[in-house]
């Protein structure tokens, strides 16, 4: 079984300020972790992924996200917003199952 | 290669009329997957196919829904009839298995029953 949790269905910060998006997953098995960015109207696109290896993985327009195996945690962040990431983010889990379990989104307001 | 390609970006039916929503994924790909968006229910998975099979489709929401995968550069999701409660945003993905690739998504048809 595989499931994720994203904590906080809306995220304010001004720009400048640190952005934290919250991740916790469930997977029997190691897993594939991925954050997606939805920008209005437009499909999910991916910011960044953990298949294995260095549990600091970069993606872009300057996110990265840490896998906690101890935590069961995918945690995204920026130090500095900009108001270019006003989006939706998904956290998704791939563990046994063929398909990927896609959080319910945070939606990140960016504030002047 | 273009991404993943769906037609139209969006619709606007009345309510009982047939509707086809379609799905050209990303050549060579061996998965597509179907997703409907809405504020309420957030992303549901409707139906995901592997090398043009249809694997689970647990996620149709009732008979009305039926897709199809004729050809691997090839998808339809079909409504008949559709209904106001239809209205949604549907995507399609493709990926390869266990590639830790991740999906790449279409742009999405936005579907208003009236």
């Known amino acids: 079984a595989q499931s994720v949790t994203q904590l906080g269905s809306h995220v304010s910060v001004s720009e400048g300020a640190l952005v934290l998006l919250r991740c916790n997953y469930s997977?029997?098995?190691?897993?594939?972790l991925f954050w997606y960015v939805q920008y209005p109207n437009q499909g999910l696109q991916l910011l960044l992924k953990?298949?294995?290896?260095?549990?600091l993985v970069k993606g872009i327009n300057g996110f990265e996200a840490e896998f906690k195996k101890s935590e069961t945690s995918f945690h995204l962040t920026k130090p500095s917003a900009h108001m270019s990431d006003a989006a939706e983010y998904f956290c998704?889990?791939?563990?046994?199952?063929?398909?990927?379990?896609f959080g319910s989104g945070t939606q990140l307001t960016v504030l002047p | 290669d273009a991404g993943v390609i769906q037609s139209p970006r969006h619709e606007v039916t009345e309510m009982g009329q047939e509707v086809t929503l379609r799905c050209k994924p990303i050549?060579?790909?061996?998965?597509l997957f179907w997703y409907r968006q809405t504020m309420m229910r957030g992303l549901e998975l409707l139906i995901y196919?592997?090398?043009?099979?249809?694997?689970?489709d647990s996620g149709m929401p009732e008979d009305r829904f039926s897709a199809k995968m004729p050809n691997a550069s090839f998808s339809t999701l079909k409504i008949q009839p559709s209904e106001p409660r239809d209205s949604a945003v549907y995507f399609c993905?493709?990926?390869?298995?266990?590639?830790?690739?991740?999906?790449?998504f279409g742009s999405g048809t936005r579907l208003t029953v009236v």
């Open positions: 196919f592997n090398n043009n099979v249809p694997i689970d």
């Open positions: 953990y298949t294995t290896g260095a549990t």
């Open positions: 050549s060579g790909h061996d998965y």
């Open positions: 997977s029997s098995v190691p897993p594939y």
């Open positions: 993905a493709s990926s390869f298995y266990s590639s830790g690739q991740g999906y790449t």
């Open positions: 998704a889990v791939k563990g046994s199952a063929r398909q990927l379990t």
